[in-house]
């Protein structure tokens, strides 16, 4: 697939999802798949590695929470190769955005991609969530990556801040991990589980959205 058609289908897609992107937008998010590519040789940085399937899966994918993320503050958290918080960034210049991976190589990586793009209200995080310590909290922690329900609500409760939101990206409908959430804790509200649809990805995708008391 050429430039042009990875572009195109970026943009198409966008649009499927209520996004117009800017020209610079489209540019910078093609970009951004084409160094997934060649850093992701030798760096390992996600499992797909076909152009054609990242526009989909990956990017796609991620700009589905776009309408729900509060700013200016931003924390992806477990970010891997930047998603969802590149996507996040390149569409909202205007927040600040954090990413957050305890892989040395991938902060490598998140580090050139940020530069390379421009991204200026980016930052890049190395560290596990439970050992760090923000000077403020964050308004919203995003996180696509990372396991339970539960367990990312205890590692996100010292990061938002109150009022703040978490978005929990999943599969299907986390039934197993809402069950098991402890009904005893206070910190969180769970607001509401949402069915989203990214063209071109198939089978289920929900996002948990939950609010810090």
Known sequence: MTDDE??????????????????????????????????????????????????PLHLLDSLTVVP???????????????????????LRPDYEVWLMDSSAKKCRFLRHIAGRLGLEKVQVVQSRAENYRPDHGFDTVVSRAVGALGLLMDLSAHLVRPGGRLLAMKGQYPETELAALNKSDDRWTVDEILALKAPGVEGDRHLVVCTRR
Not at 34 to 53: C, D, F, H, K
């Open 6 to 55: 990875l572009l195109s289908r970026i943009v198409r897609g966008a649009r499927e999802l209520g996004i117009e992107l800017a020209s610079n937008q489209g540019d910078q998010l093609l970009d951004y798949i084409q160094e997934m590519v060649r850093w992701g040789r030798a760096y390992n940085l996600t499992a797909i590695r076909e152009p054609s399937q990242m526009v």
């Open 68 to 90: 729900y993320v509060l700013g200016p503050r931003i924390l992806d958290l477990g970010t891997g190769a930047g998603l969802p918080g590149v996507p996040l960034a390149i």
